[in-house]
Antibody, heavy 121, light 108 residues
Framework: QVQLVQSGSELEKPGASVKVSCKASGYTFTSYAMNWVRQAPGQGLEWMGWINTNTGNPTYAQGFTGRLVFSLDTSVSTAYLQISSLKAEDTAVYYC??????????????WGQGTLVTVSS | QSALTQPASVSGSPGQSITISCTGT?????????VSWYQQHPGKAPKLMIYEVSKRPSGVSNRFSGSKSGNTASLTISGLQAEDEADYYC????????FGGGTKLTVL
C-alpha cells in the first residue's frame, strides 16, 4: 500500500540543524510531488512548501524561506527536510504529504506519521 | 495568504448530522473548486476525507460529504459516530496552499 514513513523524534539545541526523512513506498516516487507541513504544539496545519520529485526543484511557502532545505534521494524514494539555525519556535511536528506531481494541489494523501522536533537548551 | 476561517468547535450527538464551515475569499475558496478536508485524531497524522470540494477518496465513509457556496465550503458528517470525534481542517489552493484553523468536533 502507499505509505510514507518518517524518521523519529529529534531533540536539538538552539542554533543546531536537523534533517527529517520521509521514505515513500507503494508507488512511483517521481510521479508525485512531496509536500511538508508543520504543526506547532496545539496549533493548526501550516504548509511549508513542496519539492518536484522529478527535477528536485523546491518551492518554499511565504514565511518559510531562509532556513529550510527540501531535498531528495530518488534512489531510495526518500525526501528530506533540513532546518538550520534552529529556534525554540521551530518546535513542532513536521509531516510529509504526497500530492499530485505539480500544482494546483487538490489533495494531500497519504501523510507520514509525523516527526516531532523539539528545540530546547 | 490568510488562513481560512473555521469555527473553533462543533458538537453533536450520535446519529445526528453536523456541518463545519470554511470561509475564504473570492481569491481562493470562491474562485477554485480545490477545497479539501482532513480529519486528525489526537497524536495522529491528518487523513484526507474530501477533495475538490465534494469528492470522496476510496475508503472514506459516505457519511462524509462536501459542498461549496460562494466563498464558503462546508463539510457535513451525517449519522455521527463516536469515532468521528477529531479535529477537522479545510484546505484550499490559490497559487499557494492555505489551511483553515481547524475545528474540534465533539460527539456528545
Amino acid at each position: 500500500q502507499v505509505q510514507l514513513v518518517q524518521s523519529g523524534s529529534e531533540l536539538e539545541k538552539p542554533g543546531a540543524s536537523v534533517k527529517v526523512s520521509c521514505k515513500a513506498s507503494g508507488y512511483t516516487f517521481t510521479s508525485y510531488a512531496m509536500n511538508w507541513v508543520r504543526q506547532a504544539p496545539g496549533q493548526g496545519l501550516e504548509w511549508m512548501g513542496w519539492i518536484n520529485t522529478n527535477t528536485g526543484n523546491p518551492t518554499y511557502a511565504q514565511g518559510f524561506t531562509g532556513r529550510l532545505v527540501f531535498s531528495l534521494d530518488t534512489s531510495v524514494s526518500t525526501a528530506y527536510l533540513q532546518i538550520s539555525s534552529l529556534k525554540a519556535e521551530d518546535t513542532a511536528v513536521y509531516y510529509c504529504a504526497r500530492s499530485k506531481g505539480k500544482p494546483p494541489f487538490t489533495w494531500f494523501d497519504p501523510w507520514g506519521q509525523g516527526t516531532l522536533v523539539t528545540v530546547s537548551s | 495568504q490568510s488562513a481560512l476561517t473555521q469555527p473553533a468547535s462543533v458538537s453533536g450527538s450520535p446519529g445526528q448530522s453536523i456541518t463545519i464551515s470554511c470561509t475564504g475569499t473570492s481569491s481562493d475558496v470562491g474562485s477554485y473548486n480545490l477545497v479539501s478536508w482532513y480529519q486528525q485524531h489526537p497524536g495522529k497524522a491528518p487523513k484526507l476525507m474530501i477533495y475538490e470540494v465534494s469528492k470522496r477518496p476510496s475508503g472514506v465513509s459516505n457519511r462524509f460529504s462536501g459542498s461549496k457556496s460562494g466563498n464558503t465550503a462546508s463539510l457535513t458528517i451525517s449519522g455521527l459516530q463516536a469515532e468521528d470525534e477529531a479535529d477537522y481542517y479545510c484546505c484550499s489552493y490559490a497559487g499557494s496552499v492555505v489551511f483553515g484553523g481547524g475545528t474540534k468536533l465533539t460527539v456528545l
